[in-house]
């Protein structure tokens, strides 16, 4: 897990799209932290694959990040947060 969470850090938007994608596979034992603060990565693409990533953990502690992300500039991004607060049980 270490290894994707450096990767979420690294500069290839593509590696950091991988890497989100690879943690939310996790599930609840994926670094949240990492992927909440990659919720603002400059790339639209990675944040697309936070908010899947964030779905697929699921629990309370993702839904302000996924909130956040259900107001962003990129359509893509909203649709993929809201798909994955719909998708939450509180």
Do not use: Y
Not at 1 to 13: C, E, H, Q, V
Not at 77 to 82: D, I, L, P, Q, Y
């Amino acid at each position: 897990m270490a290894a994707l969470t450096r990767t979420l850090n690294g500069p290839s938007w593509a590696d950091r799209r991988v890497a989100a994608l690879s943690l939310g596979s996790l599930g609840p034992a994926a670094d949240t932290g990492a992927l909440v603060k990659a919720a603002k990565d400059s790339s639209s693409f990675v944040r697309e694959a936070v908010a899947i990533a964030l779905g697929q953990i699921g629990g309370a502690k993702v839904v302000d990040a996924l909130q956040m992300l259900t107001k962003d500039d990129v359509v893509q991004v909203r649709e993929a947060a809201s798909k994955a607060l719909a998708g939450i049980k509180r």
